[in-house]
């Protein structure tokens, strides 16, 4: 498990393109027969893959001191490979791609495995501190609510296919979907808001290898921006904005836990005052 410290926004604006990267972006999550963490200690979200070739059972790591993963945690998982199976607690799911699931604290025992190991399922999680133990639900994007937002003239026209959220598959803090923008357009949450209350990761999605997207991050008035390439992550601080523009449309898993669960609690960022 990777450990990744909180960032002082006083000292961010300091960063070289280097230093941004090493202390927000995870380059090589997916790994074929691996399980991969990363820990952050911003409102210690632990996210991460598991690409399992043979099966593979998570296990706690010495960093979060518990029995087992879920001991005081719960976890949302999105596939975005090939067919795959996980069992909680002996109990069996099959997910296609792009299905997810919602495993609430207590769960011991969660193993990964894939149908075909040509085409093995690649599972993307986010992880959550919890208080108390809510269904494992399994989710298929059909059955979610989705928004249509934006428009083709302002580059920003996308689907957002809300999978864990107030109403739809309780949790105790954690929020997850996914976004997709429709051909033509390449700008994500612009105009770009903060939410100090809650703090943010992007999976990168649906990009080929000469394709990439420019991540914008920092305070309003202190943008930076990271370059990202297919199933990478951004970590986003509650105090930094959180927008990319692509060299083409992609895709993107957005994960958010804190404060609240109110997906619309944010703080608008006027145009005007972006510098």
């Not at 070739?53 to 029995?67: F, H, K, N, Y």
């Not at 060299?247 to 669960?261: K, P, V």
Request: net charge negative; charged share 25%.
């Amino acid at each position: 498990m990777e450990l990744r410290t909180a960032a002082s926004p006083k000292d961010v604006k300091h960063y070289t393109t280097e230093r941004l990267r090493e202390e927000f972006l995870v380059e090589n999550l997916f790994k074929a027969g691996e399980i991969t963490s990363v820990y952050s200690h911003i409102d210690r979200i632990i996210f991460g893959a598991v690409v399992p070739v043979t099966s593979l059972t998570l296990t706690p790591g010495e960093e979060i001191r518990a029995e087992y993963f879920l001991q005081r945690r719960e976890m949302g998982v999105i596939n975005v490979g090939g067919k795959g199976k996980i069992s909680v607690d002996g109990t069996e799911y099959t997910l296609e791609n792009r299905d997810g699931m919602y495993i609430g604290m207590g769960a011991k025992e969660v193993v990964f495995s894939s149908e075909d190991k040509e085409n093995p399922a690649k599972f993307y999680y986010n992880s959550a501190p919890a208080h108390k133990t809510y269904p494992t639900v399994h989710i298929k994007p059909e059955n979610c609510i989705c928004v249509e937002l934006g428009t083709l003239e302002q580059s920003n026209h996308r689907v957002i296919t809300k999978y864990i959220l107030p109403g739809q598959v309780e949790s105790c803090q954690l929020v997850m979907g996914l976004t997709s923008l429709k051909p033509g357009s390449v700008w994500n949450t612009m105009p770009c808001h903060t939410h100090d209350r809650r703090m943010e990761a992007y999976l990168y999605l649906d990009l080929p290898e000469d394709a990439l997207v420019f991540h914008y991050m920092g305070e309003p008035a202190e943008t930076r921006h990271i370059v990202v390439r297919n199933e990478q992550v951004v970590i986003s601080p509650s105090w930094s904005i959180h927008s990319g523009c692509g060299t083409r449309a992609y895709s993107f898993i957005w994960g958010m836990l804190g404060e609240n669960q109110d997906f619309d609690d944010m703080d608008g960022v006027a145009m005007s005052t972006l510098k």
